[in-house]
T-cell receptor
Framework: DAKTTQPPSMDCAEGRAANLPCNHSTISGNEYVYWYRQIHSQGPQYIIHGLKNNETNEMASLIITEDRKSSTLILPHATLRDTAVYYCIAATGANSKLTFGKGITLSVRP | ETGVTQSPTHLIKTRGQQVTLRCSSQSGHNTVSWYQQALGQGPQFIFQYYREEENGRGNFPPRFSGLQFPNYSSELNVNALELDDSALYLC???????????FGPGTRLTVL
């Protein structure tokens, strides 16, 4: 599975958009980009995934660059409850192992 | 809520003992994956079960073993517990032909 790299932390103000970057320069053509988040000591929560096209759901938007070497997760209106560790993962599908790095810690400030 | 449940929530064992952790998958999901998460680290893949057979394994010793039952629920067994086995153990379920794994809340194991 391709390795992903994320900055260790970032913060944003409540109500503003949070843009979380991820690099995956060695991603292969059949690997999706997945985003999960983990609020302290809970199980990881699925957010969104995509292959080539940008995706949007009720939680977030995922923007994947045309060359697929990087992506950005956008939380459009961050709230305090969005404070968590966010993991960007490259994987071939639901039944492949998910290789988690250390993720990015997002702190939303009032 | 993902519909994936795990038991027990917390567990304390001593070195050398054996432990069994349980996971019930989301309805309709036939694949279960287990992960270990040490403090301050991301989850690490232990193994996956599909149709009661092991379907991939991470870098964990044989004293980590598992089972999957006909109803797709699963157990993780760890023998000869070591202090470093203290971690949050997570299971995730998925369905063949779909794209997403859904995680349970985890079992916190402490080995003294």
């Amino acid at each position: 599975d391709a390795k992903t790299t994320q900055p260790p932390s970032m913060d944003c103000a409540e109500g503003r958009a949070a843009n979380l970057p991820c690099n995956h320069s060695t991603i292969s053509g059949n690997e999706y980009v997945y985003w999960y988040r983990q609020i302290h000591s809970q199980g990881p929560q699925y957010i969104i995934h995509g292959l080539k096209n940008n995706e949007t759901n009720e939680m977030a938007s995922l923007i994947i660059t045309e060359d697929r070497k990087s992506s950005t997760l956008i939380l459009p209106h961050a709230t305090l409850r969005d404070t968590a560790v966010y993991y960007c993962i490259a994987a071939t599908g639901a039944n492949s192992k998910l290789t988690f790095g250390k993720g990015i810690t997002l702190s939303v400030r009032p | 809520e993902t519909g994936v449940t795990q038991s027990p929530t917390h567990l304390i064992k001593t070195r050398g003992q054996q432990v069994t952790l349980r996971c019930s998958s989301q309805s309709g999901h036939n694949t279960v994956s287990w992960y270990q998460q040490a403090l301050g680290q991301g989850p690490q893949f232990i193994f996956q079960y599909y149709r009661e057979e092991e379907n991939g394994r991470g870098n964990f010793p044989p004293r980590f073993s598992g089972l999957q039952f006909p109803n797709y629920s699963s157990e993780l067994n760890v023998n000869a517990l070591e202090l470093d086995d203290s971690a949050l153990y997570l299971c995730a379920s998925s369905a063949q032909g779909t794209d997403t794994q859904y995680f349970g809340p985890g079992t916190r194991l402490t080995v003294l």
